[in-house]
């Protein structure tokens, strides 16, 4: 199983951010049209991504009710034309989560810049851990500082809660 550290918080605008990411010398990967169908389970989150003709189940574990936000996930590819279909008629789908992300690369951390239907813009940053936890947290306090985010900002909910909390 996989391991990350990750925050997410709110933004007025992504230009501020663009410019930062590109004067610390991120990659800008591109922009992905997604959506996340999150299904009701009892152990943990799973949700089906959709993005270009793509599908990923992703499985994914995290305490909701820390400020370090480690997540152990799993990610299996599957057929995009079946699998909406399929794991509809399998689970109860929770919610829906459609956005326009732009994927930024850095010292092995995904940077989202997303624009989410009915929330709002988001920052989020996802720091794989690849020697350890220590140093996994050494490069996303890193990360955190060059982006000048605040921690008492950070959002500590899924974009599926606060899709859930809108109903």
């Not at 851990?129 to 909910?157: C, E, M, P, T, Y």
Request: charged share 35%; proline share 0%; net charge positive.
């Amino acid at each position: 199983m996989a391991k990350n550290l990750e925050l997410k918080t709110a933004i007025k605008n992504f230009i501020l951010y663009r410019n930062i990411l590109t004067g610390i010398g991120a990659e800008y990967i591109r922009v992905i049209n997604q959506s996340d169908i999150y299904y009701k389970t009892n152990n943990g989150l799973l949700k089906l991504r959709l993005f270009d003709d793509e599908a990923e189940l992703i499985k994914y574990n995290r305490d909701e009710t820390g400020k370090t936000r480690w997540s152990d996930y799993e990610i299996l590819k599957l057929d995009a034309k079946k699998a909406e279909k399929f794991l509809g008629q399998l689970f109860e789908v929770e919610t829906v989560v459609k956005k326009k992300r732009e994927l930024w690369m850095f010292d092995n951390s995904r940077i989202h810049l997303d624009n989410v239907k009915h929330l709002g813009r988001f920052l989020e940053i996802e720091t794989l851990v690849l020697n350890g936890n220590a140093d996994a947290r050494k490069r996303f306090s890193s990360i955190k500082n060059l982006l000048r985010l605040d921690d008492s900002k950070q959002i500590l909910s899924s974009y599926r809660d606060l899709m859930l909390a809108l109903k």
